[in-house]
């Protein structure tokens, strides 16, 4: 069995506004993902605390964005869901200010959980999150959560789907299975992380 890998972290600020960004020091990796996807069960999981990220079932609740500082050489950031009803105003607007605000401006920002739900086919809206991510020039891993719902191969089949669908996308990483519930993917995740933080600090000196 594979060493397993201990992370502490600790709650730092949260921000509802850019000027609320705590100072970029360390580099960061920030978790995006339609609401209820499962963004803040996975910081749960990565860190192995079960409610330092809020976790919820009312979808859309969380509209700030929640810094996390960790041991592991990189914090942790929970963005805002998007993409759901209530908050988003018609397409133009699908992310809010603040999300792409964040994106753009952070310094630190090392790379990018795009997560996406494996149970459903891919949303325009996630793979307009992905446009984002390329234009913005950030390296980014397709996350798929829940895969504990999921039959192996259909999960696997999935994972050839966002393959195919991103073949020519330039920024893209990895494409992982996760699940917040088994911790399967946890290591490997781990494991991109710390790299994306290697390289952030190598080519920023
Ligand atoms: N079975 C299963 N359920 C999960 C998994 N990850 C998250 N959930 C459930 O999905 C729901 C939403 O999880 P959250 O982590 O709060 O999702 P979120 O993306 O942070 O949601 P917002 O903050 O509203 O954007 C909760 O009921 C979780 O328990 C997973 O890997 N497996
Ligand atoms: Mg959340």
Do not use: W
């Amino acid at each position: 069995m594979a060493h397993e890998q201990h992370i502490e972290a600790v709650f730092a600020t949260g921000a509802v506004k850019p000027d609320q960004f705590p100072p970029s020091s360390a580099p960061e990796i920030a978790m995006i993902g339609r609401s209820n996807v499962g963004k803040s069960s996975l910081i749960n999981t990565i860190v192995r605390h079960g409610n330092l990220a809020r976790v919820s079932n009312t979808p859309g609740k969380t509209q700030e964005i929640n810094f996390f500082a960790t041991d592991a050489g990189f914090g942790l950031v929970d963005l805002p869901g998007y993409g759901y009803a209530k908050v988003s105003k018609g397409k133009r607007e699908q992310f809010s200010e603040l999300i792409k605000a964040y994106l753009l401006q952070r310094e630190n920002l090392a790379g990018v959980m795009v997560l996406v739900d494996s149970r459903h086919d891919p949303m325009a809206i996630d793979l307009a999150m992905i446009e984002e991510l390329e234009f913005a020039g950030r390296p980014y891993v397709v996350v798929l959560t829940k895969c504990d719902k999921r039959k192996d191969g259909a999960v696997s089949e999935r994972v050839k789907e966002y393959q195919f669908l991103l073949s020519n996308c330039q920024h893209v990483v990895d494409i992982i299975a996760t699940s917040s519930k088994t911790g399967d993917g946890r290591s490997q995740l781990i494991g991109i992380m710390k790299r994306l933080s290697h390289q952030f600090i190598e080519t920023a000196s």
